[in-house]
């Protein structure tokens, strides 16, 4: 594979021997167009600041794509990443926090000791002497206020194992209820709601879809900024012969919308609303896979019941229209 062009920006630093930069992910977020229809092709992005002895399998967690990366190490530190081009999520893709994030492993702000504070200060210590601290004091604190002393606040950036160990240690080991992750601050709403749809709150779809769909709807999805390498597959579908129709329903201008074919800017509180007019037109139309319905649903006609009973009048694609661009 022959690399593609080099450019920097003034603030990024420059490979040394061995290292290899296949794109610029800050000046070009999405990387060049791929155009495709039906297999999207693949593209091996790479970063690298010096050569790698061996790469790592391994899988970047700074959203939630899930792209399959390779981790280059030498001397026993990281010296860059490059996409997986066999992976089914990214197809060798990676995203700007994919190629640039493990930067920060080597940072000087990191810790590389464990410290404890010491007459209200913080003093280097040994693993030996921190770890027996903690097991000390939660000791004396479960003996004194139970299991419920202890909390557990943890990442939404943890792979499968660490998630385990983690329960085996609070719920398991100490017994706490008391166990949370910064994702009840972004995903667990759509969690819960997958959860009661589809009974697991991973997604129904597959990203192969997306080079197939003739049609991409997206709800208050801002896919450009958060999910940059699907946004990419969307785009090569765009600039491909048979591009899909995307439907935006968000009441910003983000990029998405902007390369919309419809978008739809209701006002903050009023999606349901929207939705739900949505819906009654599908069922008054009779869009609807009734087989589907009656294999794979339950209950319903109390859905269709509240939608078209005439007390919900709201509904009515005239109640609920909103500007479109």
């Known amino acids: ?5 080099e450019t920097r920006s003034a603030d990024e630093p420059t490979p ?10 800050i000046d070009d977020i999405w990387g060049e167009r791929t155009p495709h229809a039906g297999s999207w092709p693949v593209r091996v992005d790479e970063r690298t600041v010096a050569a790698a002895e061996r790469w790592v399998p391994s899988v970047c967690v700074l959203c939630s794509t899930g792209c399959g990366l390779d981790i280059g190490v030498a001397d026993g ?6 996409g997986r081009g066999d992976d089914r999520v990214n197809h060798g893709r990676l995203g700007p926090k994919g190629l640039h994030g493990w930067e920060a492993n080597a940072s000087a702000d990191r810790l590389t000791m464990p410290l404890i504070r010491r007459d209200g200060r913080l003093v280097p210590s040994t693993w030996d002497e921190a770890m027996g601290l903690i097991v000390e004091r939660s000791k004396a604190d479960i003996e004194r206020y139970g299991a419920g002393s202890h909390g557990f606040y943890n990442s939404g950036q943890l792979l499968l194992e660490e998630y385990y160990t983690l329960a085996v240690v609070a719920e398991g080991g100490i017994g706490t209820a008391h166990v949370d992750g910064n994702t009840r601050l972004c995903t667990s709403t759509a969690s819960i709601a997958l959860i009661e749809s589809f009974g697991t709150d991973g997604a129904p779809g597959s990203y192969t879809d997306f080079d197939l769909t003739d049609a991409i709807f997206l709800v208050g999805h801002n896919i450009a900024s958060t999910q940059t390498v699907l946004w990419a597959r969307v785009l090569d579908r765009l600039a491909g ?6 439907v935006v329903v968000d009441p910003r201008s983000t990029q998405a919308a902007r390369r919309a074919d419809v978008h739809l800017a209701p006002r903050p509180g009023t999606n349901l609303a929207l ?3 949505i819906l009654r037109i599908i069922l008054e139309r009779g869009w609807i896979d009734s087989d589907f319905i009656r294999d794979h649903t339950i209950d319903f006609e109390t859905l269709a019941s509240a939608i078209a009973t005439p007390s919900r009048s709201s509904w009515r694609p005239t109640s609920v229209r909103v500007p479109s661009g």
């Open 241 to 246: 012969p048979r591009p899909p129709r995307l």
């Open 16 to 25: 040394r021997m061995g290292g290899r930069v296949t794109r610029n992910s």
């Open 275 to 277: 939705l739900n007019g």
């Open 77 to 82: 530190r990281i010296v860059g990443v490059r």
């Open 1 to 5: 594979m022959t690399s593609a062009p």
